[in-house]
């Protein structure tokens, strides 16, 4: 039971053409469990988190009541992309759960509104947001150090409140920046494969092989895509969570839940007016 699926060409010679999709399977049952072991850790192994000291009214006075997280662009951004990505998922997965439609055109139709996406969000990024806030910094390392020392019962000082995006954030969005850019990279090369408005279909662009290794990388991709997702599902309904997953729909947060959780020298806001 290998990894990949292959066949044989019109010259003898023994191809890759996709991946085995019993994976499908393994991205969903990995990710289950690992839902279930985080909520079993958190529920009753984890030390409880020690009630923050309540910040001064002078330092609460200098913030506004509401502190903006997200633009309305970047929220929107955001949603876009989880419907186009939950609609590439579908089509891509479930007729292969034995539920066969019509799914080629609106996988494809889903991956470019996926790939306009991810264009707009770089150059957003880029130039009117602040690019490197999302990058794991050698602040966030050496905390990351002291987190696993002390998880392990090892004397450490201890870590630091976070910036605007904790390590987790920042390691997830590396891991999905590195998914998303593959399947959509290879998506876009094998939408030459079927008809669309867009392309002159060209079956015959790569060699088989290329194409077949193509096809092997989008969906190694896919089914990361699985687990990544239910991931992402899973902490943003997390009750310790969900404020920022609120902050996602309407933009803000508390201040209160601010300087709790935040540095503020590292996630710098505008003062109160």
């Known amino acids: 039971m290998g990894v990949i699926e292959t066949a044989t060409n019109p010259w003898g010679q023994t191809v890759p053409i996709h991946i085995q999709f019993y994976l499908m399977w393994a991205a969903a049952i990995g990710g289950l469990a690992f839902l279930m072991v985080h909520a079993i850790y958190v529920q009753f192994v984890a030390a409880k988190e020690a009630h923050a000291t309540p910040p001064s009214p002078a330092l ?72 490197w806030s999302i990058w794991p910094d050698k602040i966030d390392i050496e905390d990351a150090k002291r987190r696993w020392l002390r998880a392990t019962g090892k004397s450490a000082p201890e870590p630091r409140k976070f910036g605007k995006y904790p390590m987790e954030n920042k390691m997830y969005h590396a891991i999905i920046v590195l998914s998303g850019l593959a399947v959509t990279l290879t998506g876009v ?80 806001v505008p003062a109160a007016k």
Do not use: C, Q
């Open 60 to 131: 609460e006075a200098r913030y506004p009541a509401k502190i903006k997280r997200h633009s309305l662009v970047a929220r929107l951004f955001h949603w876009v992309m989880s419907v186009a990505m939950f609609a590439l998922l579908i089509t891509a997965f479930v007729p292969r759960m034995g539920y066969p439609f019509d799914w080629v055109t609106y996988h494809w139709i889903a991956g470019l509104v996926l790939t306009a996406s991810i264009i707009f969000h770089i150059f957003h990024a880029s130039f009117w947001m602040d690019f």
């Open 189 to 268: 090369f094998m939408m030459k494969r079927v008809r669309t408005p867009f392309f002159v279909r060209n079956p015959y662009l790569f060699s088989d092989m290329t194409w077949g290794m193509m096809y092997v990388l989008h969906g190694l991709a896919g089914v990361g895509l699985i687990g990544l997702v239910m991931v992402h599902v899973y902490f943003a309904l997390r009750p310790e969570k969900f404020v920022i997953t609120e902050s996602m729909i309407g933009g803000s947060m508390d201040r209160e839940f601010y300087l709790e959780h935040y540095d503020p020298e590292r996630w710098k």
